[in-house]
């Protein structure tokens, strides 16, 4: 339920649409109900909108712009700010980034990169995090995470590397059905030609020389190919720019890469843990 302690806590764009979609609807001669009829919503989606208490999902702000937008393009517009407004402040900086990169290389030792997580698996992981959230911040949260997918299809395609640690394949986050979607859904990833997967076995320490006891690490090229190194770790972001530092990172997630499976290897040990090998 939408509260109205949530105006407080409203980015910028988010309190500038609210306002817009007043205004827009005031214009139109509009009541809440029945711009909420047009779009599919009820009259006190419109309200919370207006009044800040629940940020427009992006649906909603598709939906803005083809009833009463007049064609100026300001709710299209409002998508992409809106959603940076809900993301982690300390990701904000690095979601910008990662959606014009040209290449994105990750390596998650604990849990699957936002970018390759289903619904129910994001969901489960953030209702799960502490201290708890509440439910409009887990959607929120949610809907960000499900956004970056968008990188996939981009044109120009983006070339994309995850090194996933074994035991991310067999930690259970929510129910087993929602694992075994999680798994199938990595299994999709993993056959298209702009991604490549790999995994890092659980006993590379026995050999005494293992790159990825330090941490998840992301690594990407911009489109003026500038190398910028992102950290995350307790709820505290770094985006990292100084070539010394981008260029260590650059060569421990080299070495991270080179000692995990092959691709077709980490292909096959996917399939056997999802159950879809022969």
């Given amino acids: 339920m939408a509260k109205a302690a949530n105006k407080e806590s409203a980015g910028g764009a988010t309190r500038l649409v609210s306002h817009l979609a007043k205004v827009f609807r005031e214009r139109e001669r509009l009541t809440q109900k029945e711009l ?3 779009l599919g919503y009820s009259a006190a989606a419109i309200s919370a909108l207006e009044t800040g208490a629940q940020p427009a999902s992006d649906e909603m702000l598709v939906k803005l712009e083809a009833v009463i937008g007049d064609g100026l393009g300001v709710f299209e517009v409002a998508r992409e700010l809106v959603l940076l407004d809900k993301y982690p402040s300390q990701f904000k900086d690095y979601a910008q980034e990662e959606q014009k990169a040209l290449t994105v290389s990750s390596y998650q030792p604990l849990v699957f990169d936002g970018m390759f997580q289903t619904e129910a698996y994001a969901n489960a992981l953030i209702n799960g995090s502490y201290p708890p959230v509440s439910d409009r911040r887990v959607a929120e949260l949610v809907e960000g995470r499900m956004a970056r997918k968008k990188l996939f299809d981009r044109d120009p395609v983006a070339l994309i590397e995850l090194v996933v640690d074994e035991g991310v394949l067999m930690r ?58 992102y950290l995350e770790v307790q709820d505290e972001g770094m ?4 070539p010394a530092k981008v260029s260590m990172y650059s060569q421990r997630y080299a070495k991270i890469r080179a000692q995990a499976l092959g691709a077709d290897e980490s292909l096959g040990l996917i399939e056997r843990l999802a159950g879809e090998s022969e």
């Fill in 239 to 242: 985006l990292i720019s100084d």
């Fill in 172 to 229: 259970r986050i929510g129910s087993q059905e929602v694992m075994h979607e999680q798994l199938r859904c990595l299994l999709s990833y993993a056959q298209r030609r702009n991604v490549t997967l790999q995994v890092l076995l659980q006993n590379r320490g026995e050999r005494t020389d293992h790159a990825g006891l330090y941490g998840p690490l992301k690594l990407i090229e911009t489109p003026a190919h500038q190398r910028l190194v």
């Fill in 36 to 38: 909420g009829a047009m």
